[in-house]
């Protein structure tokens, strides 16, 4: 006890002496009168004493000399600094940091990495040598090289040091192979098959087919991205609580890389009641049409798209009432395990304006192309709503795989906003082909497609197809937003020739070309209306009916035709839910043969689960007369599209040898999708249809009528083959006539580039 006592004593007295010490130091200062500075070669003395922060004729203590070392050291142009305070004169010795004097790049030959890899280094040049920023900068520039695939990269640096106290950098390249993704992988997914999760991810599997794309090399951003981008699929599939637990790449023998992605999907939520609270500035009457949307929803899947849908409702009645600065959002509260309460939110938006918009990312695409699509420009309010249509249009171009957008504050006015808006282009080229086989023969077709001609949006379409008797070739040219107009430009030219001479008794050339606008007049609701010019001259041979030879000769007509399309699916390629309606008509404005075409289709999708798809197709068509008996040519006819199993054209009424069509024509298609048959082949999807069609009606001859309902029953499959996407069908004929021509197997075969 009494050894602690004395030791506690011995403590005290330390502390107490290293403090009086302390406070000594601290406590003695001088008047600063004379700076000197030894060592300097770069830096003036003027410099250097500014970096210091002393000036003289003021007092200085240790305090403010550690204060001002620290204060060089910090403008890292020394590597030594030694300050000595005597008679009120201070001297600063100092060791000056080399300077960089210049940065190389050596093993890169192609232009556009080197060109970023030097647009990193330039702004070092000039700059102090420090071997920790050297080093940052050396993982910068391997960690770019690496996102273009080299991921196997390695860089060596030498710095060569100069006489004037200045140092070169070189950094050394050795790219090796770029390391293709071999294989992706998705653990823990028991619910989608493998092949569409990689339609849903940016990163691709290296087939030898995708020799341009970038996204088949690994780079950790596009990683980051896919995980978003799956957890975003399973939410909108229902699985809220889906998590993406990991990523990670593994390497096949240091040449490629193996991607797995670990997914936890948890289970599927259903909508529960859904509601809405809005601001004491608006009015409950002005939102009432929110209610019948909220009970249709109740019990369904949970899915981000649909509240997206409600809040584009939103948008629209607050554009009806000129809401201008409204915010929708909402909250989601889980109750009953898997059921989510979702309660939207009306408040009134901070007001401001926009300054300036910046367009990034288009290399191919013209800025003017993007620039058409938005609504909100510079100088205008913001508006939200206003906004995400923009986005929304820019996206329906089909010509870039992401659109992604940023809002900033200005620099020079508070109310003032600065949007930048980034896109990443993709391919906008396809070449597809198709073939058919039938009981009279074969017929085949193929085309090319571009959707982004020239940087301009502007879509070119040519295709050909070749039969036994038939020659049919399209060109295509379509500008979305024609002047600037909001209104698309369509222009066609084609061409059919078609000989029935030895089956038939006749043959016809029709060639034409057609021009018209489209826009859409309301939410989801499109107009189109065309004028178009034809001659066709229709001959016979002496074989013919008194009917065909009756319609001999050469006709010149122009036509005007127009069509209303609702659209409600919940995406145009591949479809899940929804519908699609539309009604066309084509009227004569000069014809030899004034006939009347009424054209109404309509298409409905529902989701059963994730991978069983129902749907349906309504086809109606009636084509009659004015003055006279409907010209062969212009008479309806039931394409393969509508009736598998069957020929385009060969069922329904026929004289003779000859088939003549029908005044009026329907088909009804029934699919299913099958997700069970073929799980066991990842990239192949199956599906199971019932196609029924009719054609009946004989204006000039009401005995030729064979309204018998032909119907065929089959399975068509997808197979994302390694050249591109192939189709077949094989239909089995459940109710045909004697005189039909049947047609069991089909198939089209398409790529993109």
């Known amino acids: 006890m009494k050894n602690n006592f004395f030791k506690n004593i011995k403590i005290k007295i330390f502390y107490f002496i290293l403090i009086t010490i302390l406070n000594f130091n601290n406590a003695y200062s001088e008047i600063l009168k004379e700076i000197l500075i030894k060592g300097n070669e770069r830096l003036s003395i003027e410099t250097i004493i500014m970096f210091s922060g002393l000036d003289l004729n003021t007092e200085i203590d240790n305090n403010k000399l550690n204060l001002s070392i620290k204060n060089l050291y910090k403008t890292n142009y020394f590597k030594n600094i030694k300050m000595t305070l005597n008679n009120n004169i201070l001297e600063i010795e100092i060791v000056e940091n080399p300077i960089i004097q210049t940065i190389k790049i050596e093993g890169i030959k192609n232009k556009e990495i080197l060109e970023s890899l030097e647009n990193i280094t330039k702004k070092d040049e000039k700059y102090p040598f420090l071997i920790n920023r050297v080093n940052d900068q050396k993982n910068l520039l391997a960690n770019i090289v690496r996102s273009n695939g080299f991921y196997f990269a390695k860089i060596e640096t030498k710095v060569i040091e100069n006489i004037n106290n200045s140092v070169d950098i ?43 794309s970038r996204d088949k ?17 399973y939410k909108n599939k229902g699985y809220y609580n889906a998590k993406v637990k990991s990523s990670y790449a593994q390497t096949i023998n240091n040449e490629f890389f193996e991607l797995n992605f670990n997914i936890d999907s948890g289970e599927k939520f259903f909508f529960n009641n859904i509601s809405f609270k809005i601001d004491e500035n608006f009015s409950n009457e002005n939102f009432t049409k929110l209610e019948n949307i909220f009970e249709d929803l109740k019990g369904k899947k949970y899915s981000v798209n649909s509240l997206d849908k409600i809040s584009k409702e939103i948008d629209l009645i607050a554009l009806q009432k000129e809401f201008v600065f409204i915010n929708a959002t909402y909250r989601e509260k889980i109750v009953d ?80 906003k600065v949007i930048d808006i980034t896109v990443e282009e993709k391919p906008t080229g396809e070449i597809f082909a198709g073939a058919g086989t039938g009981t009279s023969g074969s017929s085949i077709s193929a085309g090319i497609k571009e959707n982004n001609y020239l940087g301009k949006g502007i879509t070119l379409n040519t295709n050909l197809t070749l039969s036994d008797d038939e020659i049919k070739g399209k060109f295509q040219v379509r500008n979305p937003n024609f002047r600037n107009s909001d209104k698309s ?86 479809p899940t839910d929804g519908y699609k309606t539309s009604f066309a008509q084509v009227l004569p404005i000069y014809s030899e043969d004034l006939s009347i075409e009424n054209t109404f289709k309509a298409s409905k999708y529902h989701s059963v689960s994730d991978n069983l798809i129902l749907s349906g197709k309504i086809f109606l068509k009636a084509v009659n007369s004015i003055d006279d008996d409907v010209r062969v040519s212009r008479r309806v006819y039931i394409p393969t599209s509508r009736l598998r199993g069957f020929e385009s054209g060969k069922i329904g009424p026929k004289e003779g040898t000859t088939y003549i069509g029908g005044n009026y024509g ?18 192949i999807d199956a599906s199971l249809f019932l196609d029924a069609a009719n054609l009946w009606h004989v204006d000039y001859n009401s005995s030729l009528d064979s309204n018998k309902i032909r119907s065929s029953t089959g399975l068509s499959v997808n197979w994302w083959t390694p050249i591109g996407p192939l189709s077949f069908s094989y239909a089995i004929p459940l109710s045909d006539q004697p005189s039909d021509k049947t047609e069991s197997f089909r198939f089209r075969i398409g790529t993109s580039f």
């Not at 005007?560 to 145009?572: E, I």
């Not at 029934?670 to 069970?676: C, E, F, R």
């Open 489 to 574: 430009l369509n222009t066609t030219i084609e061409s059919t020739s078609s000989d029935f001479m030895t089956t038939s008794g006749f043959k016809t050339t029709r060639t034409g070309f057609g021009i018209g606008t489209g826009f859409e007049q309301y939410q989801d609701l499109f107009f189109n209306i065309d004028i178009s010019t034809y001659y066709e001259k229709l001959e016979t041979s002496d074989s013919a009916s008194a009917i065909k030879k009756k319609q001999e000769g050469d006709y010149f007509e122009n036509l005007v035709s127009y069509a209303f399309t609702l659209n409600k699916l919940d995406q145009n390629w591949q």
């Open 666 to 683: 329907s088909a009804i298609n029934l699919n299913t999708t099958l997700p069970n048959i073929l799980s066991g082949y990842e990239n």
């Open 217 to 233: 090399f690994l780079d950790q951003q596009r990683v980051m991205l896919d995980e978003r981008l799956l957890l975003k699929f």
């Open 170 to 212: 070189v950094y050394k390249f050795d790219l090796g192979n770029k390391a293709i993704i071999k294989k992706i992988n998705f653990k823990g997914n028991k619910i989608f098959k493998d092949a569409k999760l990689r339609n849903v991810i940016k990163s691709e599997e290296g087939k030898f087919w995708k020799f341009i």
């Open 337 to 416: 395990k898997n059921k989510i309460d979702i309660q939207f939110i009306f408040e009134d938006l901070e007001k401001f304006y926009v300054e300036q918009i910046n367009i990034f990312g288009n290399y191919l695409t013209e800025e003017k192309v993007i620039r058409n699509s938005l609504i909100v420009d510079e100088g205008d309010a913001f508006n939200q709503i206003l906004f995400d249509k923009s986005i929304g249009d820019i996206k329906a171009k089909n010509i870039f795989k992401s659109v992604n957008s940023d809002i900033k504050n200005s620099t020079l006015d508070k109310q003032k």
